[in-house]
């Protein structure tokens, strides 16, 4: 999209920069009573909208958005037209972010514990007295030579903040600032480092293959970059092109994705990396593979003939032996791998099996295939950093008595880690806790202080979308409304703390505020960079552009440069048997997996109301959770529909209703995460189970990741209400034709002659 | 009196007429790629904020009173390990002979000159008829007077209406949208453009199942989608001359095996 056409597109409104453009000044005391427009604010016009280009951060895929303002209120969420990421799109969990700003359940202002950790009890303070608290706390840590003590853990953040926190950390005299959250593609970053020498996420460019066998990645819902890989797949089901392009989606449980696939491979779980390694064998034995190495493949291979494979994974030899034809034949063609298939104890190397089927086929470095990205403009956390973040090394510490203060900001490991790491107790261990959080949240709980950070929609920030595109982009976040209660960007509060502290955390980080230091960083970025200067003779000029388009993206096509993997490299990192489901077969007859629910997301999206009420998209289930069982399964455990079942693993048990889906392996059962809160708000509060709790924790060594999927668990029915709410009655069409379809054959017949 | 009676009923007898709004400037037109729809429900989320939907809790929803405007039916055939998934997004079919205009005492759901079925709110008295009469079951009544806590009030969209206890609502192809877009148009003394109005749902939608425009304008995209092959409208028997048209999902027959294809 043209700029011009941009401003149409906006239509009546207009397009915003920055609140009020008081940079860095709150143009409405917070926490105060609106009075409206006794004097009114210059840009504004009532009944007109300001739209203000910004940076979704529900999950971590990083879409542009434009926020539409009226009077001075946040009305609605649309997705950036400009944005190489989602492309104007926008999913449920974006949409809601409103839902975050304006929550009733908000920490209001800054917050002093007064009772036990624990207990909720907490008195308001100043900003002035919340952040000297913290300043002495820090002061002491630095008087007694202890600031290794310090630990700092956030959400993953790629953009400036990041930048800032670095700085601080290591003027201050810590190492221990940490990236955590549960969803962050340790397993597929660390398995492209080791197959392909790419410490980072390629783009998968969905839109243009033409077959997408896709490892239980479930990009519908969830899965990386969610709205870019949807809009992928619209292109590439009818994007205009003759040819159709075909999903086939192997995971033991249909996920949306796979509820969309033109064939679903219902795999023994855990058994997919030898799946993976048995296609790659037939590719190979089948003489399509014409690479020099042909033959040491072959030796590496050889012990993944089809019909060993099809006793390990129950999946048909001569089933293994079409995908395989199939995937090297059609082209382009494009394997991927996340969601579940990384969520076992062997994740890692199931994901190293998908590239070398990538490898094999030759689709790295292709059009419809896997497109390395071009270094980010600003260097994020690389993943040799990322490795050593580790929650259960975390808690480690802190039993240990190592991390003397903890600040904590938008990420909620009490909530995502099994019971097993004893996190809880952990973290009482810690002399001094501040949490930078706007909710009061199962983490939030042990802090002594709280400084309730901004929301997205109330802050400035930016980040650089990985994956992104094939291209270099940044996205910019500005506030598009002041903030509805006492709370501050978290940049802002370390500068403040930076100046309490004095000395050489005061110096280096001697900014006004955060949005200068964002402003005098991107400064940098645009004297240094020519790319990205380019067409903006000041500075100013150029600031203003960033912030009307919401960010800057290179504009043209993605330059595909091929990469390669190599026996050498993947040999210590290959699958060689299924991976491995802690409790005994007989007491425990069940595989359990979870997988994050399509709103809640790790349980952040849990408060919102909007996606409390919104179905499941599989089983259109609101306000609630539940397990999912084959219905043979359940008729023999005489478990009916809405059955209130306990879910036992060796590590604990818990309640929650059936809901029986054809849809899922007779040997398995699924339990969504991101409900059963026990602080969260009024619409998360005890609601649902949360599964984590009872899975063991299996963390890979090599990566840092927790394997969801990494138990079996055995089914009791315990009563006949489990409260199960469901919206839509039918699911069956009852002969009314309303989804009517047609067979690939006629399409092919047909295409051409629609125009579009 | 009796003259301006008379004048109101013949008017309604032209809006009555089947077919009559191709004679008008605009005919709105939705059309829906099953093929491209992943059932992932941003259009839901969307419509919610777009329109002050209300939120009812659990035990409401239980009694089937949840607010949606366009929900996504799916549909679950086969038995394990043959099943086969269909979606389908549903919204308000503004059908062209609607049966829900009929019922109504009130006049309170009609259609406009655009081809809308549209609802008035503040003439509407609740005696559900329209919900019972629409085969497409997309109508949803106010139990209740819902409210937002505070702040979350602040976000309600001042160009649409917050409905209250007693009314029936449904999908209104975001003719607020609509509106802006005429009225812009007529102040530059030109057609509404291909593209320009864009309701919540087509805003949103990830995959770009969803398209919007005006069928009566020949280079729009609707009407050329609305030549594909792929064409039907749902449950098309009944003869409401729907004005959302949905492209058939491409699939393969259930039971057709393809070799290897089994287990
Ligand atoms: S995919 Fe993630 S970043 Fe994009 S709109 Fe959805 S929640 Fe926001
Ligand atoms: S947003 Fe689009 S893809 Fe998602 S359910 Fe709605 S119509 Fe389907």
């Excluded at chain 1, 054809?662 to 809160?677: K, N, S, Y």
């Excluded at chain 2, 009923?9 to 790629?33: A, C, H, Q, S």
């Excluded at chain 2, 009469?133 to 139990?143: G, K, L, S, T």
């Amino acid at each position: 999209m043209k700029r011009r056409d941009f401003l149409k597109y906006l239509g009546s409104g207009i397009v915003g920069t920055g609140v009020g453009l008081a940079f860095g000044k709150v143009t409405k005391p917070p926490g105060a009573k609106l009075i409206p427009y006794l004097i009114p604010p210059e840009d504004v016009i009532p009944g007109v909208a300001t739209w203000y280009a910004s940076l979704c951060t529900q999950c971590s895929a990083g879409c542009g958005i434009l926020v539409k303002v009226m009077e001075g209120r946040a009305k609605k969420i649309e997705g950036n037209p400009l944005h190489p990421v989602n492309k104007g799109r926008l999913c449920a969990r974006g949409n809601a972010a409103l839902q975050a700003l304006y929550n009733p359940d908000r920490i209001k202002g800054p917050m002093k514990r007064t009772g036990e950790r624990g207990s909720g009890k907490y008195k308001e303070i100043s900003w002035n007295e919340a952040v000297s608290i913290l300043g002495r706390n820090l002061s002491e840590l630095d008087k007694n030579g202890a600031t290794e003590g310090l630990y700092v853990l956030t959400s993953t953040l790629r953009g400036h903040l990041n930048t800032l926190i670095r700085e601080f950390m290591s003027s201050y005299g810590s190492p221990n600032y940490m990236q955590y959250e549960l969803f962050q593609h340790r397993n597929l970053i660390y398995a492209n480092r080791v197959s392909m020498g790419l410490d980072a996420i390629p783009h998968y460019d969905i839109a243009n293959t033409r077959y997408l066998l896709s490892f239980g990645a479930d990009f519908s819902s969830t899965w990386l970059s969610p709205v870019n890989l949807s809009h992928g797949y619209g292109e590439m089901r009818q994007g205009g092109a003759r040819r159709r392009g075909v999903l086939v989606q192997v995971e033991p449980r249909l996920s949306l994705t796979g509820a969309n696939a033109d064939e679903w491979v219902p795999v023994r779980p855990g058994t997919e990396g030898v799946l993976a390694l048995s296609i790659a064998h037939e590719i190979v034995a089948g003489g399509y593979y014409k690479g020099a190495d042909a033959s040491s493949w072959k030796e590496l291979l050889s012990g993944f003939s089809p019909e060993h494979a099809a006793r390990v994974t129950e999946v048909d030899a001569g089933r293994i032996h079409h995908i395989a034809k199939e995937f090297v034949k059609t082209r382009p063609s494009l394997a991927i791998g996340g969601d579940n298939l990384s969520a076992y104890r062997d994740g890692l190397s199931c994901l190293v099996a998908v590239n070398i089927l990538n490898h094999l086929a030759g689709n790295i470095g292709r059009k419809g295939g896997v497109v390395p990205n071009p270094a980010g403009l600003l260097k994020g956390r690389t993943g040799t950093e990322l490795r050593k973040d580790r929650i259960t090394a975390l808690a480690k510490s802190a039993l240990e008595g190592d991390v003397k203060t903890l600040i904590v900001y938008n990420t909620n490991p009490v909530f995502t880690t099994p019971a097993g790491v004893k996190l809880e107790r952990a973290l009482r261990n810690v002399p001094f806790i501040a949490s930078l959080s706007s909710f009061m949240d199962e983490t939030t709980a042990m802090a002594d202080l709280i400084l309730p950070s901004h929301t997205s929609l109330e802050d400035w920030g930016d980040d650089f979308a990985e994956p992104s595109t094939g291209v270099r982009v940044a996205t910019l976040m500005q506030p598009a409304v002041s903030p509805v209660f006492d709370t501050r960007g978290a940049g802002d509060i370390f500068i403040s703390l930076a100046k309490a502290l004095g000395g050489k955390v005061g110096e280096r980080l001697n900014y006004k505020g955060f949005p200068e230091y964002l402003k005098e960083s991107w400064r940098k970025i645009y004297a240094n960079n020519k790319e990205v200067a380019a067409g903006a003779l000041t500075f100013d000029g150029f600031w203003n552009r960033l912030l009307e388009h919401g960010g800057w993206w290179q504009t043209e096509e993605p330059r595909h440069k091929p990469r390669s993997v190599s026996v050498r490299r993947v040999k210590a990192h290959i699958p060689t048997s299924p991976s491995e489901f802690e409790g005994d077969e007989g007491r425990y007859p069940l595989y359990l997996v979870t997988y994050p629910h399509a709103g809640y997301l790790d349980g952040r999206g849990a408060n919102l109301p909007w996606l409390q009420e919104m179905p499941d998209p599989m089983t259109a289930v609101v306000w609630g959770s539940w397990v999912e069982i084959n219905p043979k399964t359940a008729r023999k455990l005489g478990i009916k529909q809405g059955d209130l079942v306990t879910v036992e693993s060796p590590y604990g048990g818990i309640d929650l209703p059936a809901f029986l889906y054809e849809g899922i392996r007779p040997d398995t059962v699924a339990v969504p995460i991101g409900q059963g809160h026990r602080l969260y708000g009024r619409y998360a509060e005890k609601r649902g189970v949360n599964p984590i709790e009872i899975l063991p924790v299996a963390e890979d060594k090599r990566s840092g990741e927790l394997a969801l999927n990494s138990t079996r668990v055995r089914l009791e029915r315990k009563g006949a209400d489990g409260k199960l709410v469901k919206m839509g009655v039918r699911t069956e069409e009852l002969g009314r034709g309303i989804v009517q379809t047609i067979t690939p054959e006629e399409f092919e017949r047909i295409a051409g002659k629609e125009e579009a | 009196m009796s003259k301006i009676v008379k004048k109101v009923k013949e008017r309604l007898r032209d809006f009555r007429r089947p077919g009559y709004y191709k004679e008008f400037e605009y005919n709105w037109t939705m059309v829906i790629d099953l093929d491209k729809c992943n059932g992932c429900e941003a259009c839901v989320v969307a419509c919610h904020a777009e329109n002050n939907l209300p939120i009812v809790g659990k035990d409401e929803c239980s009694k089937s009173r949840a607010f949606n405007w366009i929900r996504i039916e799916r549909y679950v055939e086969g038995e394990f390990p043959n099943v086969k998934v269909k979606f389908i997004p549903i919204m308000c079919q503004h059908c062209n002979s609607a049966p829900c205009e009929l019922g109504c005492p009130v006049y309170a759901t009609y259609h406009n000159q655009d081809g809308l079925n549209v609802q008035v709110y503040n003439r509407c008295v609740g005696t559900f008829t329209c919900a019972t009469y629409c085969p497409y079951d997309v109508r949803r009544f106010n139990w209740f007077t819902y409210k937002w806590p505070e702040p979350l009030d602040q976000q309600l969209n001042p160009d649409v209406t917050v409905r209250e206890m007693g009314v029936m609502e449904k999908c209104t192809f975001c003719i607020q949208r609509i509106r802006v877009a005429k009225d812009r148009a007529k102040d530059e003394n030109r057609k509404v453009r291909d593209g320009e109005v864009v309701p919540a749902c087509v805003q949103s939608c990830p995959t770009g199942a969803l398209v919007f425009g005006d069928r009566n304008d020949p280079k729009s995209r609707v009407a050329k989608l609305a030549k594909s092959p792929r064409r039907f409208r749902l449950l098309e028997g009944l003869n409401t001359d729907p004005s959302v048209i949905y492209l058939k999902r491409v699939m393969k027959k259930s039971g057709s095996k393809k070799h290897g294809e089994h287990g």
